[in-house]
């Protein structure tokens, strides 16, 4: 009999804890490991939002218990940025949630949206939550591969005609984690129309809408014509404004949805500490060239890598967004797959990466390589990156030998 609980059995340990326990292990050692393992934003939040968690702190009243769905000045703060950055009207009490950072809204609305047994259409490769969220609720997972959005969305039909029963929700994540990748929104006016032929509810999460490059900014599901209707966007302020650590997302879009993820989340939770809302509302509504500035910085890192990279003979794709590049493992690893090369490359050469395992079983042959170091240990990394392709045969050697051995 199995000692695990119900839903236990069902969230297989991290598949990156595996290269965690490694790079944790090395580090002890003295190793220094160049790491682009996780998402982690490693910029400074900018001073003027510390600040003004700061004086916002001095107030005694600021320990109290705050509002679960976010003060109304930071649901405001979230419409006027809707508003101001795509042309979406919010109303910001029955439109905008506030959340605990978009991992939590996102998890809460599944518990708000999914009964046992559901069917929900997931992207795959895809970031953790947006499959284990509905599973942690009961849901059903009907895996779509998607390592492009046109493939994704090629699928969508098929997956829902051999679904049974029907499927309630489908998500859809651009710029994606982890592939990268950006859509248009001729992409989100195809699957408003799919959706809605389909009686599909959607869940768009844009938390990388503001990390892109060569001037394309994503846009927004809300813009197409009639998505509020069946559609709600999770949306962060993690990347954005490099706050991850502080927690603060946000669901907006149909008033449904964000009254079934209130109710959920009055019985769950009291909201951020004020602070935290009062000093995300100074965020988004005061000066933004700090944004420039973060999307600078990851253009930058993007294009070192890219060139680096290439020059050490590993050719990875251009990403247009995202804080990721998502690279197909070099020729000379491809048969090892992307467990056994992400542990290689961190051992033999000391540059840690995401297996593309670990997001879901069409990510394997690839790795995503965060943006979170800076332009010099880049360039580090794609040095060691060259001696461990071109001692490809003796360390895969070594390694079979080892493995046989054990
Ligand atoms: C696609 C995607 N959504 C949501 C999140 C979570 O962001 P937050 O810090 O807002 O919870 C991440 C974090 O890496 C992400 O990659």
Known sequence: MSTDFHRIRRLPPYVFEEVNKIK????????????????????????????????????????????????????????????????????????????????????????????????????NPAYPIHAFGFIMAGGIIRHVPALSPEE?????????????????????????????????????????????????????????????????????????????????????????????????????????????????????????YTPVQVAAATALNGPQDCVDEIRGIYKSRRDTLIKSMKAAGWDIPNPPASMFAWAKIPEAYREAGSMLFSRLLIEEAGVAVAPGIGFGEYGEGYVRIGLVENEHRIRQAARNVKKFIANADSILAKAHNKMEQA
């Open 152 to 272: 994704y969305l090629s699928n969508i039909s098929r997956a829902v005609k051999h679904s049974v029963p029907p499927p309630s929700v489908l998500i859809l994540s651009y710029p994606s984690n982890p592939t990268a990748q950006w859509v248009d929104l001729d992409f989100y006016k195809d699957a408003v129309a799919l959706a809605k032929k389909h009686d599909l509810l959607v869940i768009s999460d844009v938390a990388y809408g503001e990390i892109y490059f060569d001037n394309n900014p994503p846009p927004s599901i809300l813009q197409v014509d009639g998505a509020k209707d069946i559609a709600v966007e999770v949306n962060s302020l993690s990347k954005t404004y490099a706050m991850a650590g502080w927690r603060v997302g946000m669901v907006v879009g149909n008033a449904r949805i964000c009254a079934a993820l209130a109710r959920v989340k009055s019985y769950l939770d009291y909201g951020a």
């Open 24 to 123: 944790a292990r090395l580090r002890a050692e003295g190793t220094d490991i160049i790491d682009f393992g996780m998402g982690n934003p490693d910029m400074p939040t900018p001073q003027h939002i510390v600040d003004k968690l700061i004086e916002t702190a001095r107030d005694p009243k600021a320990g109290r218990y705050s509002a679960s769905k976010g003060v109304p000045g930071l649901r405001k703060a979230m419409a006027n940025y809707y508003g101001r950055r795509f042309g979406v009207k919010l109303n910001p009490d029955t439109e905008v949630i506030a959340t605990l950072g978009s991992k939590e809204g996102f998890a809460n609305l599944a518990q708000a949206l999914t009964g046992p047994g559901d069917v929900i259409i997931c992207p």
